[in-house]
């Protein structure tokens, strides 16, 4: 069974960077074909998707967010890891990691992390 | 990028209730569409995947059907931990977009 938990600071500054980890257990980061995607949930609202990996190590960002962000893969610490850089309150939500792979022609999230906060504010 | 209107917004609903939620997207995605449920404070959980696949695990009385561009999910028969919001999202193209969400409430 495999179990995708964040970890990170709670509180970041404005202007600062925002750095996420998200440990996977229970199989290795690197085997199969899937992507390891970042999502993330102002409180109160709709789910945003970031940005992924593949297991190769190629991304692809959301555009709005391409400038800011950086997705990674640390096979060595079966971990995937998010860097937002000059964050502001907009960037204040719940993130999320999870795992997509094709299933029967399509390509759902299968596993989520349980959640981070992460609050920007000085 | 791929925009999801998912309807109504918010719905009242009673145990054993029949619920239908859709979900348009602006452009066709196949079946390249899922549901996700999500409780509060819990991360989101997948329901249906491929439009109309029900995920190991999910109770039969969700539903899923659709391709191209109009999506529905259906709960045959609500239950009491069914009162959660549920979000539809497409995998066919990148950005990966969800829906607004759909909160299903007690009436």
């Known amino acids: 069974q495999v179990q995708l938990q964040e970890s990170g600071p709670g509180l970041v500054k404005p202007s600062q960077t925002l750095s996420l980890t998200c440990t996977v257990s229970?199989?290795?980061?690197?085997?199969?074909?899937?992507?390891w995607s970042w999502i993330r949930q102002p409180v109160g609202k709709g789910l945003e998707w970031i940005g992924r990996?593949?297991?190769?190590?190629?991304?692809t960002y959301k555009s709005s967010l391409k400038s800011r962000v950086t997705i990674s893969i640390d096979r060595s610490k079966n971990q995937l890891s998010l860097k937002l850089t000059s964050v502001t309150a907009a960037d204040t939500a719940v993130y999320y990691c999870?795992?997509?792979?094709?299933?029967?022609?399509?390509?759902?999230?299968?596993?989520w992390g349980q959640g981070t906060l992460v609050t920007v504010s000085s | 990028d791929i925009q999801m209107t998912q309807s109504p917004s918010s719905l009242s609903a009673s145990v054993g209730d029949r619920v239908t939620i859709t979900c348009r997207a602006s452009q066709s995605v196949g079946v390249y569409l899922n549901w996700y449920q999500q409780k509060p404070g819990k991360a989101p959980e997948l329901l249906i995947y491929?439009?109309?696949s029900l995920q190991s695990g999910v109770p039969s009385r969700f539903s899923g059907s659709g391709f191209g561009t109009d999506f529905t999910l259906t709960i045959s028969s609500l239950q009491p931990e069914d009162f959660a919001s549920y979000y539809c999202?497409?995998?066919?193209?990148?950005?990966?977009?969800f829906g607004q969400g759909t909160k299903v409430e007690f009436k």
């Open positions: 229970g199989g290795s980061i690197s085997s199969g074909s899937y992507y």
């Open positions: 491929g439009a109309s």
């Open positions: 990996i593949y297991t190769s190590g190629s991304t």
């Open positions: 999202q497409q995998s066919y193209s990148t950005p990966w977009t």
């Open positions: 999870a795992r997509a792979g094709y299933t029967y022609g399509s390509l759902p999230f299968d596993y």
